[in-house]
T-cell receptor, first 115, second 114 residues
Framework: DADVTQTPRNRITKTGKRIMLECSQT?????MYWYRQDPGLGLRLIYY???????NKGEISDGYSVSRQAQAKFSLSLESAIPNQTALYFCATSDNSGRAEETQYFGPGTRLLVL | AQSVTQLGSHVSVSEGALVLLRCNYS??????LFWYVQYPNQGLQLLLK??????LVKGINGFEAEFKKSETSFHLTKPSAHMSDAAEYFCAVSAKNSGYALNFGKGTSLLVTP
């Protein structure tokens, strides 16, 4: 079984709808991250969380919110989806050492299309 | 702030030829640098990373990268390309001001031709 899973893998929604993307991990890591990938732009950080009670905004948090329901679960919500939120979304985790050199482990991604 | 720049959004090589993907970094402190690979319809997988110590870093699948402080570079190489190397490659730096999240370059798409 994969260590970092994301659901759904693909989603089509309409402008104005609220949607939630979910991420679960079995690695026992405290740190979790949400990124979005756009062609030609690489990955950009949306939100990150050090633990259940510590959530922080990233570079592009406007229009998004997150929930850390448990150590293993980190959800990303689009309260009112808009077409420019069409992208590939990745969840990632890293271990608890808090060191800069720690590897991040990525989920398979959720491909979102907003019509 | 730490950032990286990847030179060349698309690189094409022949099977068996040298692969060279370029990455330059900008950092006011010693950087921690990473190369990730993304195969079609998959997530990102770590190829290698530079932390401290040896400047030549060996990774998976025959890839390696050399940290050159004087050139602020961390280029990724592989002596002989294989068809299975076709993928998107991302250089990234660990950003202390965002919980050590990664600041990614824009990516380089590697095409390997027969």
């Amino acid at each position: 079984d994969a260590d970092v899973t994301q659901t759904p893998r693909n989603r089509i929604t309409k402008t104005g709808k609220r949607i939630m993307l979910e991420c679960s991990q079995t690695k026992g890591h405290d740190r979790m991250y949400w990124y979005r990938q756009d062609p030609g732009l690489g990955l950009r950080l949306i939100y990150y969380s050090f633990d259940v009670k510590d959530i922080n905004k990233g570079e592009i948090s406007d229009g998004y919110s997150v929930s850390r329901q448990a150590q293993a679960k980190f959800s990303l919500s689009l309260e009112s989806a808009i077409p420019n939120q069409t992208a590939l979304y990745f969840c990632a985790t890293s271990d608890n050492s808090g060191r800069a050199e720690e590897t991040q482990y990525f989920g398979p991604g959720t491909r979102l299309l907003v019509l | 702030a730490q950032s990286v720049t990847q030179l060349g959004s698309h690189v094409s090589v022949s099977e068996g030829a040298l692969v060279l993907l370029r990455c330059n970094y900008s950092s006011s402190v010693p950087p921690y640098l990473f190369w990730y690979v993304q195969y079609p319809n998959q997530g990102l997988q770590l190829l290698l990373k530079y932390t401290t110590g040896a400047t030549l870093v060996k990774g998976i699948n025959g890839f390696e990268a050399e940290f050159k402080k004087s050139e602020t570079s961390f280029h990724l190489t592989k002596p002989s390309a294989h068809m299975s190397d076709a993928a998107e490659y991302f250089c990234a730096v660990s950003a202390k001001n965002s919980g050590y999240a990664l600041n990614f370059g824009k990516g380089t798409s590697l095409l390997v031709t027969p």
